[in-house]
């Protein structure tokens, strides 16, 4: 049987389209998503919209609709940019699904029955836009330490969860086991900057707006985002308070991996663990804090070594679909997946885009798979035959070992990058494979064999070197650029190949025969065109 493997993202916030930086959640997690199936594990893979919430109840009032009319049109674009990219989700949960809803409204009186949940009264000054309160000690000159917006005084009657009760516990818990929070700079920020000092009692419940999901006993309050959100990742499986589980529940919890922003670990290291333990429910395996992709300033703006996080409310923002448009899908999959560092914020604007798509992806991959295949046309009708080297010099012999080595090695090497989930790390160790192969054709000159009529059978193995070399490049890059991947195969005329299978040379089909045509898989763009391309999308 399959080793099972769940996957979760964050759910999106139904304010507004999501941009790059948004989306680059989503293709990330795909990519591992992809991978892991790939090595053979039983992946479950979700992701979704979270859609209660005071924003949304402002944002559906002057917009003049109902929340639920606009969550509805909100949740469709969120889908709708996730399908764009390509992403295999088995699950796009909303919150505002009846199942979910009805499984939150128990967790909430569980904890209530069970002495976890207290009614009281929130004084403080509140954040409208992240719809949280703060202490003073937390407030910068006025201000939200998460997102600089302006707080208010602002009363209220609240139920609360206390959070102090299960601190020690996760305290244990994160210090032996060291994997629970990657990377390991976002551990010691939780445990110093909020465990250890002691933690509040969190607000679970709100009086001061209706959009959301009733306490059920008490339908005066709607039950507030940690409890509402955060369970999406149990109720999505079917998780049940009274333990009447689903099948997925029982094959996929506890997640193998929850991946999400940086921004919000506190939630997910702090909050939903403890929420767990007070459920008795075992806890996720890892958490994941990914960097943020941020917008690089032009050459001509002031401090432009500085990049800018991205805002929607700003207009500082760059979206998916207008990268899509200019670039493809997979161009703009793997320049989010590889500029990406493990630990550090990475960088994007639309002229580094092209400067990634004309050197990674036109020359180093598309230039090799072109000329490749116009070689075993323009030499042998497109037949691929392995001659083999027996004949050769040492000196050739050695060559071609040590080019097979290295090819058969690059899997290897990035299933312990991918283990690590240093997918940037990965997709450099891939592309090493087809910049080794750009090598092998220097080496080799095909052009100079074939003007030779007694090295026709060496210039043979030579073009199915190159061929098998591709083919399991291709293979390779499957889970980060799956279209192309697809593409490359096809103009082999051949299958993406058994993950099993990426450790063996030779297996490409002597005797077989590649496209008549070669398709250019990434064309070169010039960046003033692309820039113009850019205004006219705007």
Same mark, same amino acid.
């Given at each position: 049987?399959?080793?099972?493997?769940?996957?979760?993202?964050?759910?999106?916030?139904?304010?507004?389209?999501?941009?790059?930086?948004?989306? !680059?959640?989503?293709?990330?997690?795909?990519?591992?998503? $992809?991978? $892991?199936?790939?090595?053979?594990?039983?992946?479950?893979?979700?992701?979704?919209?979270?859609?209660?919430? &005071?924003?949304?109840?402002?944002?559906?009032?002057?917009?003049?609709?109902?929340?639920?009319?606009?969550?509805?049109?909100?949740?469709?674009?969120?889908?709708?940019?996730?399908?764009?990219?390509?992403?295999?989700?088995? $699950?796009?949960?909303?919150?505002?699904?009846?199942?979910?809803?009805? &499984?939150?409204?128990?967790?909430?009186?569980?904890?209530?029955?069970?002495?976890?949940?207290?009614?009281?009264?929130?004084?403080?000054?509140?954040?409208?836009?992240?719809?949280?309160?703060?202490?003073?000690? &937390?407030?910068?000159?006025?201000?939200?330490?998460?997102?600089?917006?302006?707080?208010?005084?602002?009363?209220?009657?609240?139920?609360?969860?206390?959070?102090?009760?299960?601190?020690?516990?996760?305290?244990?818990?994160?210090?032996?086991?060291?994997?629970?929070?990657?990377?390991?700079?976002?551990?010691?920020?939780?445990?110093?900057?909020?465990?250890?000092?002691?933690?509040?009692?969190?607000?679970?419940?709100?009086?001061?707006?209706?959009?959301?999901?009733?306490?059920?006993?008490?339908?005066?309050?709607?039950?507030?985002?940690?409890?509402?959100?955060?369970?999406?990742?149990?109720?999505?499986?079917?998780?049940?308070?009274?333990?009447?589980?689903?099948?997925?529940?029982?094959?996929?919890?506890?997640?193998?991996?929850?991946?999400?922003?940086?921004?919000?670990?506190?939630?997910?290291?702090?909050?939903?663990?403890?929420?767990? +333990?007070?459920?008795?429910?075992?806890?996720?395996?890892?958490?994941?804090?990914?960097?943020?992709?941020?917008?690089?300033?032009?050459?001509?703006?002031?401090?432009?070594?500085?990049?800018?996080?991205?805002?929607?409310?700003?207009?500082?923002?760059?979206?998916?679909?207008?990268?899509?448009?200019?670039?493809?899908?997979?161009?703009?999959?793997?320049?989010?997946?590889?500029?990406?560092?493990?630990?550090?914020?990475?960088?994007?604007?639309?002229?580094?885009?092209?400067?990634?798509?004309?050197?990674?992806?036109?020359?180093?991959?598309?230039?090799?798979?072109?000329?490749?295949?116009? +070689?075993?046309?323009?030499?042998?009708?497109?037949?691929?035959?392995?001659?083999?080297?027996?004949?050769?010099?040492? *000196?050739?012999?050695?060559?071609?070992?040590?080019?097979?080595?290295?090819?058969?090695?690059?899997?290897?090497?990035?299933?312990?990058?991918?283990?690590?989930?240093?997918?940037?790390?990965?997709?450099? *160790?891939?592309?090493?494979?087809?910049?080794?192969?750009?090598? !092998?054709?220097?080496?080799?000159?095909?052009?100079?064999?074939?003007?030779?009529?007694?090295?026709?059978?060496?210039?043979?193995?030579?073009?199915?070197?190159?061929?098998?070399?591709?083919?399991?490049?291709?293979? +390779?890059?499957?889970?980060?650029?799956?279209?192309?991947?697809?593409?490359?195969?096809? &103009?082999?005329?051949?299958?993406?190949?058994?993950?099993?299978?990426?450790?063996?040379?030779?297996?490409?089909?002597?005797?077989?025969?590649?496209?008549?045509?070669?398709?250019?898989?990434?064309?070169?763009?010039?960046?003033?065109?692309?820039?113009?391309?850019?205004?006219?999308?705007?």
């Amino acid at each position: 049987m399959k080793t099972p493997f769940y996957i979760t993202t964050a759910i999106a916030y139904t304010s507004g389209k999501p941009h790059i930086g948004n989306t !680059y959640e989503i293709v990330l997690a795909d990519a591992i998503a $992809r991978f $892991r199936r790939m090595e053979g594990y039983d992946v479950r893979f979700q992701t979704g919209t979270d859609e209660h919430g &005071q924003k949304i109840e402002d944002r559906a009032g002057r917009a003049g609709v109902t929340p639920k009319e606009f969550v509805d049109s909100t949740a469709a674009e969120v889908k709708r940019i996730w399908d764009l990219m390509n992403t295999s989700y088995d $699950r796009f949960i909303r919150t505002t699904d009846e199942d979910h809803e009805r &499984q939150v409204q128990k967790i909430f009186r569980k904890l209530y029955e069970q002495g976890d949940i207290y009614k009281g009264a929130y004084e403080g000054m509140y954040c409208k836009e992240c719809e949280a309160f703060y202490t003073p000690s &937390q407030i910068k000159d006025g201000r939200c330490p998460d997102c600089n917006m302006e707080v208010h005084p602002a009363k209220e009657e609240a139920y609360f969860f206390k959070m102090s009760k299960y601190a020690d516990r996760l305290i244990e818990h994160i210090e032996t086991h060291p994997e629970f929070i990657q990377p390991e700079s976002r551990k010691n920020e939780m445990m110093n900057n909020f465990l250890k000092p002691g933690l509040q009692d969190l607000c679970v419940s709100r009086t001061s707006f209706k959009w959301g999901i009733p306490v059920d006993f008490d339908p005066e309050h709607v039950i507030y985002v940690w409890i509402d959100a955060l369970s999406n990742y149990i109720t999505g499986l079917g998780y049940d308070v009274d333990g009447e589980h689903g099948e997925l529940y029982r094959k996929y919890w506890p997640a193998d991996l929850h991946l999400i922003g940086k921004d919000i670990l506190r939630f997910h290291t702090i909050y939903w663990p403890i929420m767990l +333990m007070a459920l008795d429910v075992p806890l996720p395996k890892q958490v994941f804090g990914h960097p943020w992709l941020l917008l690089a300033k032009k050459e001509d703006e002031a401090d432009a070594d500085a990049p800018l996080k991205m805002s929607k409310s700003k207009g500082n923002v760059i979206y998916a679909d207008d990268l899509v448009e200019v670039f493809g899908v997979d161009a703009v999959r793997y320049f989010v997946l590889h500029e990406m560092p493990f630990d550090n914020d990475g960088t994007i604007s639309w002229e580094l885009m092209v400067e990634r798509v004309n050197s990674d992806l036109a020359n180093t991959l598309g230039n090799l798979v072109n000329r490749t295949i116009s +070689m075993s046309n323009k030499y042998f009708g497109g037949l691929v035959e392995n001659k083999g080297n027996e004949s050769e010099s040492d *000196e050739i012999k050695a060559l071609d070992a040590e080019f097979k080595s290295f090819v058969t090695g690059i899997r290897d090497k990035a299933v312990e990058k991918m283990t690590d989930l240093h997918a940037a790390d990965a997709m450099t *160790e891939i592309w090493n494979l087809f910049k080794r192969c750009n090598k !092998y054709i220097d080496e080799t000159e095909p052009w100079v064999l074939a003007k030779q009529e007694d090295r026709k059978d060496r210039l043979a193995t030579v073009l199915y070197n190159l061929i098998e070399g591709i083919t399991i490049g291709a293979a +390779m890059i499957q889970p980060f650029m799956p279209d192309t991947a697809d593409n490359i195969v096809r &103009q082999l005329n051949t299958q993406l190949r058994p993950f099993e299978q990426l450790g063996e040379f030779g297996l490409y089909p002597s005797g077989n025969h590649v496209t008549e045509k070669p398709q250019i898989l990434f064309a070169r763009r010039d960046v003033k065109e692309v820039l113009a391309q850019v205004e006219s999308l705007a």
